[in-house]
């Protein structure tokens, strides 16, 4: 049976294609990535840049949307991440970057780069874990640990380091973009007083 043609040639019951909202601004990236290797099976953690990708997810700010990179694909997120006004991680200068540095003949560290950790001990001359940030004050947790993403490796379980990967990503932005907006983040004392660390998160700061 021939469909009902609306005035406009289109089926009356057919649903109106729907069109996204094109997002304006800087383009922030935030990224995170999960390793082949631990720090024991590559000799200590001096030897960050042998433990391997395994998987790098990034969520991108204009395009709204994951982009996910096995190792074979390390080169793509290179150029993915050459594209960011800003990229945003956490422990990404001191830990992703490294990983990552021996697939690209770019020197990852003129990516202009915001690394919440590196910030947040600046200026309480500690560290904190994204865990504990985000459970203090996202009221969220990460759903495993990255010893649990290695053995998921040996397992050849990709699928679920992506899951993990991408919840990791979405933690770090929602904590960062928390931070943007209200000017501080939520910790915890470690005789367990909840505290407030004041930030200047602002994206127009950052964005050079």
């Known amino acids: 049976m021939s469909e009902q043609l609306g005035l406009f040639g289109e089926s009356e019951d057919q649903e109106p294609v729907k069109t996204t909202k094109l997002q304006t601004g800087p383009r922030i990236?935030?990224?995170d990535l999960e390793t082949q290797k631990s720090a024991d099976e590559v000799g200590g953690w001096g030897n960050i840049h042998k433990m391997g990708l395994a998987v790098g997810v990034v969520w991108d700010s204009l395009d709204q949307d994951y982009f996910v990179y096995e190792e074979k694909d390390a080169k793509k997120l290179v150029e993915k991440l050459r594209t960011a006004d800003l990229v945003v991680g956490f422990n990404v200068i001191g830990f992703d970057?490294?990983?990552?540095?021996p697939y690209s003949d770019f020197?990852?560290?003129?990516?202009?780069t915001f690394d919440m950790l590196v910030d947040i001990k600046k200026l309480l001359?500690?560290?904190?874990?994204?865990n504990h940030l985000a459970q203090?004050?996202?009221?969220?947790?990460?759903?495993?640990?990255?010893?649990?993403?290695?053995?998921?490796?040996?397992?050849?379980?990709?699928?679920?380091?992506i899951h993990y990967c991408k919840q990791d990503v979405e933690i770090t932005r929602d904590l960062f973009l928390?931070?943007?907006?209200?000017g501080y983040v939520n910790y915890q004392s470690r005789s367990g007083n909840p505290l407030q660390l004041e930030v200047n998160w602002k994206t127009g700061n950052l964005v050079s």
């Open 29 to 31: 990236q935030y990224f």
């Open 97 to 101: 970057y490294t990983v990552l540095q």
């Open 107 to 112: 020197d990852l560290q003129e990516i202009n």
């Open 125 to 130: 001359n500690f560290r904190l874990s994204l």
């Open 136 to 161: 203090h004050t996202l009221n969220a947790k990460k759903s495993a640990d990255g010893l649990v993403s290695l053995q998921w490796y040996k397992e050849g379980k990709i699928d679920k380091i």
């Open 178 to 182: 928390f931070g943007e907006e209200n």
